[in-house]
């Protein structure tokens, strides 16, 4: 790929980037008022977050058990109001045992 080609991608990325974050700014000057739409929005980051994560996390291992374990346990950690660092931790520690006692 030449320079002048990665160089129009970075401006066109850096564009649109600069633009959705624009955007909301000018367009809603005013607080939202609808309760729906509100709530909705609110949930917005954790849902990009997973859908960017959980994919991942079943590729991450040689098996898709061990994979689920581990979820399993940050799911657990995370809703017992753990860390991220004890969740992240713990995951990794479940995945590790996992993959050892099943001998993958």
């Known amino acids: 790929m030449d320079m002048e080609r990665v160089l129009l991608s970075v401006a066109i990325m ?4 600069y633009l959705l974050r624009m955007l909301p700014v000018t367009v809603f ?15 917005v980051p954790y849902a990009v ?8 996390i079943f590729f991450a291992t040689s098996s898709l058990v061990s994979a ?7 799911v657990l950690l995370a809703y017992r109001g753990k ?5 992240a931790l713990g995951a990794v520690a479940v995945v590790f045992l996992a993959e050892r006692l099943m001998g993958i």
């Open 14 to 17: 850096a564009g649109v980037t």
């Open 49 to 56: 977050l997973a859908a960017m994560t959980i994919p991942d």
């Open 83 to 87: 860390s991220l660092l004890t969740v």
């Open 29 to 43: 000057q005013k607080k939202i008022e609808n309760r729906f739409i509100r709530s909705f929005l609110a949930y």
């Open 68 to 74: 689920a374990l581990g979820l399993a346990a940050a």
